[in-house]
């Protein structure tokens, strides 16, 4: 089944999510198949969406201790509970309608007063899941259960070699 994916450069094609290691070897994939895409699970998936059950289904044959990193597709904290229950550690960025409404993180407009590089994290109150803030052009959300913004390193950013011409 053929499918469109917008904004993508070849947008018409086979739609396939894959699980790599960092090495980019495939350990496992589902092929996409429209609205009738069931994924079956041993865990109650009823509240999660398309992508969390793509990305719990992916993460069956992993081993506990193990470590996932996911994009924002996949991102949500139902998810990341029920991965850290499987002590499966989980990192992503998330979607801004996707943060909890009493989050209480500063703004855009403040953290661009603090300059680039600003960061500010909340830990939710039974400290196993963390939202981080990172403000570089714009705000960027990051939702982990493995770990937050400490320990804090400075590095040396934007330099560049000249090129001798």
Request: glycine share 8%.
């Amino acid at each position: 089944m053929r499918q469109y994916v917008k904004g993508k450069p070849n947008p018409v094609g086979l739609k396939v999510f894959v699980m790599c290691p960092t090495y980019g070897l495939p350990l496992d994939f589902i092929f996409y198949e429209g609205k009738g895409t069931d994924v079956q699970s041993p865990e109650d998936t009823s509240d999660l969406d398309l992508g969390g059950k793509i990305a719990l289904k992916l993460s069956d044959s992993l081993q506990p201790w193990s470590s996932i990193y996911v994009d924002r597709y996949f991102t949500s904290e139902l998810l990341f509970d029920i991965l850290l229950n499987r002590e499966v550690f989980a990192t992503g960025t998330l979607m801004k309608n996707k943060v909890p409404k009493l989050t209480e993180l500063q703004t855009d407009r403040d953290m661009k007063r603090n300059g680039r590089g600003s960061v500010d994290q909340i830990v939710r109150n039974d400290k196993r899941c963390c939202l981080v803030k990172w403000f570089d052009n714009r705000g960027v959300l990051l939702l982990s259960t493995e770990s937050g913004n400490f320990p804090w390193k400075n590095v040396l950013g934007g330099l560049r070699k000249k090129k001798n011409t």
